[in-house]
């Protein structure tokens, strides 16, 4: 068995019901819902991500590529005397920096998101459930995995009825 997965009929049952599953210890969660909820990744205990990070180093990566790129061309590679100024001018370098910054940042993001998201991701276990259909257009959806180190099915299944939901199903992976 992949998990457990709970269905409501509102979102802030599914909020209420994420957030006092976190309170009770379980760690591997995951929401699913039509729309985006405010406050759904904290209450399922996402505080931070990464992707910030990811585009920082990707940004910083681009400038010094933009810019060793052009030191190397102009007072290595081929250098050559234009006007008097100095092989390595450095303002004349600017505008090829900071486009390979934003590049460079941006692949970074695109790329970093999808990475930490998963994606992309063909197959799930939770499109085994019929009725996670409607997780597209008007229910919400808590899945506690069976990884979770406080899991077991029997109380979990206890637990998520408790919390008022539709419908308890099993997940086959």
């Keep these: 068995m992949y998990g457990l997965l709970a269905e409501f009929e509102e979102p802030e049952a599914l909020l209420e019901a994420a957030?006092?599953?976190?309170?009770?210890?379980?760690?591997?969660?995951?929401a699913y819902s039509p729309f985006p909820l405010e406050g759904l990744a904290e209450a399922i205990g996402v505080r931070r991500?990464?992707?910030?990070?990811?585009?920082?180093?990707?940004?910083?990566?681009?400038?010094?590529?933009?810019?060793?790129?052009?030191?190397?061309?102009?007072?290595?590679?081929y250098p050559l005397n234009v006007g008097g100024r100095p092989y390595n001018s450095w303002p004349s370098f600017i505008p090829v920096t900071f486009e390979l910054t934003v590049l460079f940042a941006a692949t970074a993001a695109v790329v970093g998101m999808l990475a930490l998201n998963g994606l992309p991701m063909p197959y799930h276990p939770v499109f085994?459930?019929?009725?996670?259909?409607?997780?597209?257009?008007?229910?919400?959806?808590?899945?506690?995995?069976?990884?979770?180190?406080?899991?077991?099915a029997a109380a979990t299944r206890q637990f998520l009825e408790s919390l008022h939901a539709h419908e308890v199903s099993e997940v086959e992976p």
């Design 19 to 30: 957030g006092r599953a976190y309170q009770e210890g379980y760690r591997k969660l995951d």
């Design 49 to 77: 991500t990464r992707v910030s990070l990811i585009v920082l180093i990707g940004g910083i990566l681009g400038c010094v590529t933009g810019f060793g790129l052009q030191y190397w061309i102009s007072v290595i590679d």
């Design 128 to 152: 085994n459930v019929p009725r996670f259909a409607l997780a597209s257009r008007d229910r919400f959806f808590l899945c506690i995995e069976s990884a979770d180190a406080k899991f077991d």
